[in-house]
C-alpha cells in the first residue's frame, strides 16, 4: 500500500539526494527492469515512442504544470523487476547525477489527472519501433530498460505487446507465519520507536512516536530532515505505515511494511523510499 505525495521540487542538495537516490542497491550496470504502459503512437520519421502511463495520486497533483517537452526523470514502483505505476517525476535535472535505478528519462506530452495517467515521450530504435509500429493506439506495452541510464535520452532494449499488468508490491518479509499472536498487530504498538534502514548505502535513523486505535496508527516521525506526520495500520501480526518529507520542496514519501514480533517490541521489514527497498528494523524505546 504505497501511495506517494510529490510536488515539483527544486534541484536536491547533494546529501539528501545520497540518502534518497533511486539506485537499486546492489544492482549490475547490465542488469534490466521492465515497465508496462499504454501505447500511444509510434513515428517512423522521428524515431519516437509515445505512452501513457500510470501515476500515484501526488504525482497527479503536479504534472499538469508541466508544458509539453519539458524533461522528466520517471521513477516507477518495482515490482519485483517489473513495474507499471509511476511513483515520482520530477524535472530531469532534479535527479541529475542519479543514473541507475527505476528510473526512465523522457519528454513530457500531457497529462489526464481525472484518469491518474501521464503520457511522455521517448526516443526508440529502430528494431522496437517494427516491433511496436503495428499496434494499434491503447493496446498495452511491455518496455525493456537497463537499470542504468546515463544519459538525458532513454535507452529502451526491447518492446512488445502485453496484457495490462495487474502488480500488487511483495509481501513484507516475515520470518513467522501471517497470525501468529495477531494481538501483536492490533495493539500495543503506541509509544516511540526507532527505526534503522540502510538506503542506497546511507544508514538512516528515525524516531516514531505511534498513537494506535484499534488497527489504526498515527503518529510523528522525527529525522535530520525534520518532522512528519504517520498514518498506517496494524493487524494480524502485520504493519503497514507511511510518512512524508519534504526536501527543498520535494514531497518524498517513506512507505513500510512488517512484521512485529510476538513481544510486541521489535518489527522488521521492507522500506519503499523514493524508489528503492530496503530492509527497516524497529525496536520500541
Do not use: H
Not at 17 to 26: M, Y
Not at 55 to 82: C, F, H, I, Q
Not at 202 to 213: F, I, K, M, R, Y
Not at 219 to 239: K, N, P
Amino acid at each position: 500500500m504505497i501511495r506517494t505525495l510529490v510536488r515539483p521540487a527544486a534541484p536536491l542538495a547533494g546529501a539528501a539526494a545520497a540518502v534518497f537516490a533511486t539506485s537499486l542497491l546492489g544492482a549490475q550496470a547490465t542488469r534490466s527492469y521492465t515497465w508496462y504502459a499504454e501505447l500511444v503512437s509510434v513515428d517512423r520519421s522521428a524515431k519516437t515512442l509515445t505512452a501513457k502511463a500510470l501515476v500515484r495520486d501526488a504525482v497527479n497533483s503536479y504534472v499538469s504544470g508541466y508544458k509539453p517537452g519539458d524533461k522528466l526523470m520517471l521513477t516507477w514502483v518495482p515490482v519485483k523487476g517489473e513495474a507499471d505505476t509511476v511513483i515520482y517525476a520530477p524535472r530531469y535535472e532534479v535527479m541529475k547525477g542519479i543514473d541507475e535505478g527505476y528510473i526512465l528519462p523522457v519528454e513530457f506530452v500531457s497529462a489526464d489527472r481525472e484518469n491518474r495517467t501521464l503520457t511522455f515521450r521517448s526516443p526508440i530504435p529502430d528494431l522496437l519501433i517494427e516491433s511496436l509500429a503495428s499496434l494499434q493506439p491503447g493496446r498495452w506495452i511491455k518496455v525493456t530498460s537497463p537499470l542504468q541510464q546515463p544519459r538525458e535520452t532513454a535507452t529502451l532494449v526491447s518492446a512488445a505487446a502485453a496484457e495490462r499488468p495487474d502488480l500488487k508490491p511483495p509481501p513484507p518479509r516475515s520470518g513467522r507465519a501471517r497470525g501468529q499472536n495477531a494481538a501483536a498487530g492490533t495493539a500495543g504498538l503506541a509509544g516511540t520507536w526507532t527505526i534503522t534502514a540502510t538506503l542506497d548505502g546511507n544508514p538512516a535513523t528515525t524516531d516514531c512516536t505511534v498513537v494506535q486505535e484499534g488497527s489504526t496508527l498515527t503518529g510523528t516521525c522525527t529525522s535530520r530532515l525534520g518532522q512528519s506526520s504517520l498514518a498506517g495500520a496494524a493487524a494480524d501480526g502485520q504493519v503497514t505505515f507511511q510518512y512524508r518529507v519534504n526536501v527543498n520542496g520535494a514531497d518524498l514519501e517513506f512507505s513500510y511494511a512488517g512484521t512485529i514480533e510476538p513481544n510486541g517490541r521489535a518489527m522488521k521489514g521492507t522500506v519503499t523510499a523514493f524508489g528503492s527497498t530496503s530492509d527497516f528494523s524497529a525496536v520500541r524505546k
